[in-house]
C-alpha cells in the first residue's frame, strides 16, 4: 500500500481545468482564475470571432450560393451544405454557432472576405488587436488545427472577447437560441451549449473540442443584472463546472450603486450623471473609493473605483457650472 502525505490545501478546482477565467463582463475585472494568459489552440469557441466580424460586416439577410472552393477546407463538425446550394447568412450564423459548422464557418469566411478566405483572417486578427487580445493569433475560422496550428489565444484573451461580442444583440440572439427552424425550411439545429438547458441564467456560449486542445467552453450567465463570463480550456466536465463557478460568484456579488443620477460635486466642479452607475462587488465587502480626474483643457472628468488594491474606469464626464448652461444642453443634444 502507498501513503501520500500532503500538508496543503488541495484546491478543488486544480481538478477541473487546466486553463479557466471568470471574468465579470461590463468591467472586465478578472473575479477568478488559473493560469489565464497561458495559450493552446482554443478549437471551435474561437469561432464566436468568426460570427462577430460577419455579423458586422455582412448582411443577415443576403443568400449566397454555397461553391466547391468555399467548403474545400472545413472537415469535422458541419452542417452539410453543399456546392450549389443556396443559404442565407442568417442560416449558416445559426448553423456555426448552434452546430458548429465546419462548413458553415468556410463559407461565411470566404463570403465576407470578399472571395478571399486569407482576407477573412486577417479581418479577424484585425479585430482581435482592436481589442486588446495580446496573446491570440487566429489562423482559420473553424478552430482546427491538425494542419495549421488552430487558432491560438489564452482564457483571458478570449473573455474579452465574449465581453466585446455580448454587446451586439445580433450576437446574443444567435447563441442564446435552444433551437433554430432555418429560414429555407430545410431543417432545425438544436444548439450544441448544453449549458443552455442546464442553468436558466446562461445568457451565451460556444463549445469546442480537438484531440490536440481537447474541450473549450466559453459561457456567460447573468443574474440580478450582474453579467459574468466563464472560459476554461482541457475541462472534463466543463458544464458543471462552469455552473458551479456562476452559483458561486452570484452568491457573493451583488451590483452596488456607485453614482446617482444628478449634478455631483468634486471641489469648484460639477457633472450631471444621466444614469445611475452600478458596479458589481461582494456583498460582505463595503471598502471601495472614487477617484476623480480633473481635465480641465477637456473641461472633463474621469470616473475611477478603487476595490482590492485595483483602479478601474467607470465613466467619463463633461464638467459644467452648477446650473446646467445652455452651451452643456447644445454638447449633450437636449432639446431647448
Not at 468556410?106 to 495580446?134: C, I, P, R, W, Y
Amino acid at each position: 500500500m502507498t501513503v501520500i502525505s500532503n500538508t496543503t490545501v488541495a484546491n478543488a478546482t486544480d481538478f477541473w481545468a487546466k486553463n479557466y477565467i471568470v471574468m465579470e463582463k461590463d468591467t472586465k475585472q478578472v473575479v477568478e482564475g488559473k493560469n489565464i494568459n497561458e495559450t493552446q489552440s482554443v478549437a471551435s469557441i474561437s469561432k464566436i470571432m468568426t460570427a462577430i466580424v460577419v455579423i458586422e460586416n455582412c448582411d443577415l439577410e443576403e443568400v449566397i450560393t454555397i461553391t466547391e472552393e468555399m467548403i474545400a477546407l472545413a472537415w469535422g463538425s458541419g452542417i452539410y451544405v453543399h456546392p450549389g446550394d443556396e443559404i442565407s447568412i442568417q442560416d449558416l450564423l445559426y448553423g456555426l454557432m448552434l452546430r458548429s459548422g465546419n462548413d458553415a464557418a468556410a463559407a461565411l469566411a470566404t463570403h465576407a472576405g470578399g472571395g478571399d478566405f486569407d482576407m477573412f483572417v486577417t479581418m479577424m486578427n484585425q479585430k482581435a488587436q482592436e481589442l486588446s487580445m495580446e496573446n491570440t493569433l487566429f489562423r482559420n475560422p473553424s478552430g482546427l488545427d491538425e494542419e495549421d496550428g488552430g487558432n491560438i489565444s489564452s482564457v483571458y484573451d478570449m473573455a474579452l472577447l465574449m465581453a466585446y461580442c455580448l454587446d451586439n444583440e445580433t450576437f446574443r440572439e444567435i447563441t442564446s437560441t435552444q433551437s433554430y427552424q432555418r429560414i429555407d425550411g430545410k431543417g432545425t439545429w438544436k444548439n450544441k451549449n448544453k449549458l443552455l438547458q442546464l442553468y436558466e441564467y446562461t445568457t451565451s456560449g460556444k463549445t469546442g473540442y480537438t484531440k490536440i486542445a481537447k474541450r473549450t467552453l466559453i459561457s456567460s450567465a447573468k443574474k440580478n443584472n450582474v453579467e459574468l463570463i466563464v472560459v476554461t480550456f482541457n475541462c472534463g466536465d466543463d458544464f458543471a463546472f462552469h455552473k458551479s463557478l456562476y452559483e458561486q460568484y452570484f452568491a457573493l456579488y451583488e451590483q452596488t450603486l456607485l453614482l446617482n443620477k444628478g449634478i455631483h460635486q468634486i471641489d469648484s466642479y460639477y457633472f450631471t450623471v444621466e444614469d445611475q452607475v452600478m458596479y458589481p462587488l461582494k456583498q460582505s465587502d463595503s471598502q471601495y473609493s472614487l477617484y476623480y480626474e480633473i481635465i480641465e483643457s477637456e473641461a472633463i472628468v474621469n470616473v475611477y473605483l478603487k476595490y482590492n488594491n485595483q483602479l478601474t474606469y467607470l465613466r467619463t464626464y463633461r464638467l459644467h457650472d452648477k446650473k446646467i448652461s445652455w452651451f452643456y444642453k447644445v454638447l449633450n443634444g437636449e432639446t431647448l
